[in-house]
Structures are given as structure tokens and as C-alpha cells.
């Protein structure tokens, strides 16, 4: 059939589909006709995660061609990028040394052959870097454009900064998208703003529903004022319903309203719903209960009980010399994380519970899950995590929870041989009418990705392979897996989604034909937390 003969409409639609950005620039090569449709499709999500790669892409905005086209752009995000430049006109310098004309685009080529310190690349000037590192090739770009630029596409839904320097500019970028809903901050440095009520405002005005802001640092100036604002005064968006943060000392005294460098005057958004913390880690809980109360946990404390409004509270790590008000968090219904937050917590309407900590057998896993049968009996999805693989702690959780909906068990090592798995379903899924979900297989431990992820920092885009023998067990063809799925279908008539390895989940057809193997998308996730690891979190 001859392409030219289909309306343009109908080439629109089918061109929203393609999600891969290579496979839209290909149809923009193939005739003018794509060129001219496939345009709009392939700006709405945008990626600047090479220096070089974003001078090039902001040359072209700079074009005729796109001008009409920012309002096309819906996520934007912005990674391993060492500095941003704040002067006002900056000129291209190269490595021999040649400056461009002020007409010419202006970007700033930082020269040098390591990454110098963040806060020199804020304020050096293009002589000071050419004098330091005068034969070094360019190993960074930064653009005055990049502020103007964000703030310029004005439909821009999510915004994403990862393993940046941001430059004071970024916040006048962040206020000027009206229809931000969806901010990220991660292993990024940010300066901190002077105070001045207008700005305090703006942060409380931000549209922001879904923020992430997990290990970062702030620069401050030693000239400023006391009272000065910090990243931290995003999560005063009034508008806030989803929170991700690290648990450090400096979030511990501002979310308690308890910090001596801060305006005194903010209030945390009052509607959040769903909350992720992220603890530190083992090894760097002081050892003294009282002072792991005063750093940390008593500010928590404070936090969770002046947030009624929290329906799901997410634990990463564990968490030492807790204690939480009865009357804190009434509205809770889900919650995952260590077993020592979550017995603090079954007097809540929880539905949801998900043990994070390695639950041992025998008589440590028994008498959890006696605890929790007994306060929440009626429980509807019960996720826990064991040391190792034993078929006999199905028979205790089949024998306390009738009303699970939803079932994970994850384990470090064996697995389930073939024969548990098909006879599964006659020995335990029949204890459970109402189940539509289950997960049983081994996870992709951190430590695990640590060693195939090398030293690089550019976690993100570094591919990895785990063998799939350590990762589930042994199966034949997808015809063989469906078999036995259909096996369990015949006791759960209300079964849809099955998991047995960390890669794949099989989930039912909506039209009720069969089974369909999906690739999970968690290993971005992983490789996001494992940056923890080789940075750790900042104080």
C-alpha cells in the first residue's frame, strides 16, 4: 500500500506508539512527509544525558524549524552534566584556544583533563580553565541556554535531574512551568537561594504532585544572610500528594521544623499521601540509642505524626530506636519496610504489608507472622523476604491469611524446585480464593549489581548480566510455564499476574485468551539505588 495514500491523522496515531527515540528519527530520514509528522512524537520526551550531545540539541531548538515546538516537549531529563554556566554571555572556547563571536552559539567548552571540584565550575571563567589545563581536550559543555531553554516548554509534565551540578538558575526554570507535576532530583549539587518571602511563595505555589529528592548536596554562600532556602523548601509545594527523600541529618531537622538554617516561617505540604524514605545505612546508625533518637528518629517521629494524611509509607533500610505516637498516621493502609517499624504500625487500617528485613526460619518467621495474623487478620497483600528458600513457611502463611489478595515471597538463595511449583496450587493457592497475584522468586540484590557494575558513574546506562541460573528456577518453554500457570488458574479463578523470576512477569490477557510474558522494568531502579552504595548519603 502506498504510504501517501493514508491521512496524516492516522500516521499521527500510529507514530505515537513508537516509543524508542532511534526508531522516530529513522522515520524522519525515511521521507519528507515523516519528517514533517514525526516531529512532534519525537520531542515530547527528551533526554540530555551527554554534554556534547545537549550543545548539539540545543543548537537545533535554536533553529527556525523548531520554534513553533515548545509547547510539543512533556518530560525532560537532564544527567551527567558537571556544571552549568551563570554568566550571562559566555563565547565557545575550544582547546586551541580560539573564541567565537557573540553571535555565534553560546556555550562554554569547560576544559580540563579530570573533573575539577563542583564549585569551580560555577564561577571559573573561560581564561582561568584554559590556564589550568591549556592542552586538555573538552570533557564538558556548559550553556547558558539551559535554563531559558527548560523554562521555554511550557507543557513540560516531568522534569528529571540526575548526577548534576545545577547552577541558581534551575529554580527560576522550575517556577516558570506551570504544568510541572512530576519532579526528580537525584545525586545532584544545588545552591541554596537568599531569603526573601516572594521566593518562599513561589516554592509553596510550585504545581509539583509527585516529588523525588534523594542524595544531593547544597552549596551555600558564606555571605548570605542566616536564613537562607534550601532544596529542601520544594517539599512546600502545596500541591505535593507523593514524596521520596533521604533521611539524613539535614532532613531530620527540616522536616521537623527544627532547622537553625532555614526561615522559620515554611509549612510542609499537608496532603501528601504516599511517602518513600530512604534510612541510612547499617554502618552509619550511631551506636548510642539517644543519639540515634536525637539525630534521626525522634525528628521522624515528629514528621509521620503532622502528616494524618499518609496512606502509604515506603522504609528503605532499617531503622533503629523508633518510636511513633498510637495516634500517628490513622490513615495508613499500606506500608513497607523493616519489622520493627511495622509492628508500631498494625493498629492502622493497613491492606498492604511488605517486611523488607530477612525474616529467618523457623521460629523468627513464625512468630512474625503470628503477630501480624493476629492484629491484621484480614490483611490483603502480605510481601516478605527469607534467607533462603523453604517450602514450609507456605504452609504457615496459608494457614493465617485467608483474605490475601496479593502474595510475594522472595528469597537469597536455593529455589523452589519444579515439583513445588506445580503442586502449589493444590497444597496452598487453594487456602486463598480471592489471591490475583503471585510473586515467588529471587530478587537482584544490590551487593550483586556492585560487582558487575564496576567503578564507572554512569550507573545508569551500564549493562550488566546476572546469570539466569542464580536468578529462578529451572523451567522449560513459555507453552511449559503457561502450563502450569493455567494449573494454578484452575484453584485461583481470580488469578492475573504470576512472577518466578526477577526479569519477566506473566499476567492474563484482559480479553481472557491466555498468558503473556512481560520484561519487569525495575533494573533502572536498582542500578539507581546501588549509586548509594558507591556514594553513599550525604549527612
Same mark, same amino acid.
Given at each position: ?280 545505612? #547499617?554502618? @552509619? ?6 543519639? !540515634?533518637?536525637? +539525630?534521626? *528518629?525522634? /525528628? &521522624?517521629?515528629?514528621?509521620? %505524626?503532622?502528616?494524618?494524611?499518609? #496512606?502509604? @509509607? ?6 533503629? !530506636?523508633?518510636? +511513633?505516637? *498510637?495516634? /500517628? &498516621?490513622?490513615?495508613?493502609? %499500606? ?17 498492604? +504489608? ?27 497483600? +502480605? ?157
Amino acid at each position: 500500500m502506498d504510504h501517501q495514500a493514508l491521512p496524516s491523522e492516522l500516521w499521527i496515531h500510529i507514530l505515537d506508539f513508537v516509543e524508542a527515540p532511534g526508531d522516530l528519527a529513522r522515520l524522519i530520514l525515511a521521507c519528507r512527509r515523516f519528517r514533517t509528522l514525526a516531529h512532534r512524537p519525537l520531542y515530547r520526551a527528551i533526554q540530555w544525558l551527554e554534554p556534547f550531545h545537549t550543545a548539539a540539541n540545543l543548537q537545533e531548538w535554536m533553529s527556525a524549524s523548531l520554534t513553533d515546538m515548545t509547547d510539543v516537549p512533556r518530560t525532560l531529563i537532564v544527567s551527567h552534566h558537571n556544571g552549568f554556566a551563570e554568566d550571562d554571555i559566555v563565547h565557545q572556547h575550544h582547546a586551541t584556544g580560539h573564541h567565537l563571536a557573540e553571535e555565534e552559539p553560546q556555550f562554554l567548552f569547560q576544559v580540563f583533563p579530570q573533573p575539577p571540584p563542583n564549585h569551580t565550575l560555577l564561577h571559573a571563567s573561560v581564561e582561568d580553565l584554559h590556564e589550568r589545563a591549556p592542552g586538555a581536550h573538552p570533557f564538558c559543555v556548559s550553556s547558558v541556554l539551559m535554563g531559558p531553554r527548560i523554562s521555554s516548554f511550557t507543557h513540560l509534565n516531568q522534569l528529571t535531574f540526575f548526577d548534576t551540578t545545577l547552577p541558581e538558575s534551575v529554580y527560576r526554570a522550575i517556577f516558570n512551568l506551570p504544568n510541572l507535576r512530576h519532579l526528580c532530583i537525584e545525586y545532584c549539587t544545588l545552591p541554596s537561594l537568599a531569603y526573601t518571602d516572594e521566593v518562599l511563595v513561589a516554592f509553596t505555589n510550585l504545581p509539583i504532585v509527585h516529588l523525588s529528592l534523594r542524595c544531593f548536596s547544597f552549596m551555600f554562600n558564606r555571605q548570605q544572610p542566616m536564613d537562607f532556602l534550601t532544596p529542601y523548601f520544594l517539599c512546600t509545594a502545596a500541591s505535593i500528594q507523593t514524596l521520596k527523600i533521604d533521611w539524613t541529618r539535614k532532613a531530620a531537622s527540616f522536616f521537623s521544623y527544627s532547622d537553625a538554617l532555614g526561615a522559620a516561617n515554611y509549612v510542609l505540604a499537608q496532603n501528601v499521601k504516599d511517602v518513600e524514605i530512604r534510612l541510612p545505612h #547499617e554502618h @552509619l546508625w550511631p551506636k548510642q540509642d539517644n543519639i !540515634a533518637r536525637r +539525630l534521626y *528518629t525522634d /525528628a &521522624l517521629a515528629i514528621f509521620l %505524626s503532622n502528616s494524618p494524611t499518609i #496512606e502509604s @509509607l515506603s522504609f528503605t533500610h532499617k531503622l533503629h !530506636a523508633f518510636h +511513633l505516637p *498510637t495516634t /500517628a &498516621l490513622p490513615n495508613l493502609t %499500606s506500608f513497607s519496610g523493616p519489622m520493627n517499624a511495622a509492628v508500631l504500625l498494625l493498629d492502622r487500617p493497613l491492606r498492604r +504489608l511488605d517486611i523488607t528485613d530477612v525474616l529467618r526460619y523457623h521460629q523468627p518467621f513464625i512468630t512474625c507472622m503470628e503477630v501480624i495474623s493476629t492484629r491484621q487478620p484480614e490483611l490483603q497483600s +502480605l510481601g516478605f523476604l527469607l534467607p533462603a528458600w523453604e517450602d514450609e513457611v507456605l504452609y504457615v502463611v496459608s494457614s493465617k491469611f485467608a483474605y490475601l489478595r496479593e502474595l510475594a515471597v522472595t528469597y537469597i538463595v536455593n529455589n523452589p524446585s519444579e515439583q513445588t511449583l506445580l503442586s502449589m496450587c493444590h497444597h496452598f493457592l487453594h487456602k486463598f480464593p480471592l489471591l490475583d497475584t503471585v510473586r515467588v522468586f529471587k530478587p537482584v540484590l544490590l551487593r550483586e549489581i556492585n560487582q558487575h557494575i564496576g567503578q564507572t558513574r554512569n550507573l545508569d546506562r551500564e549493562i550488566y548480566t546476572i546469570h539466569d541460573d542464580n536468578l529462578g528456577p529451572g523451567s522449560g518453554s513459555d507453552d511449559d510455564v503457561r502450563e502450569f500457570i493455567l494449573t494454578w488458574k484452575r484453584v485461583c479463578p481470580l488469578l492475573k499476574e504470576v512472577q518466578y523470576e526477577h526479569k519477566s512477569v506473566w499476567t492474563s490477557c484482559t480479553d481472557g485468551s491466555g498468558w503473556v510474558r512481560t520484561p519487569t522494568k525495575n533494573v533502572l531502579t536498582k542500578v539507581t539505588e546501588a549509586m548509594e552504595l558507591k556514594w553513599g548519603m550525604s549527612s
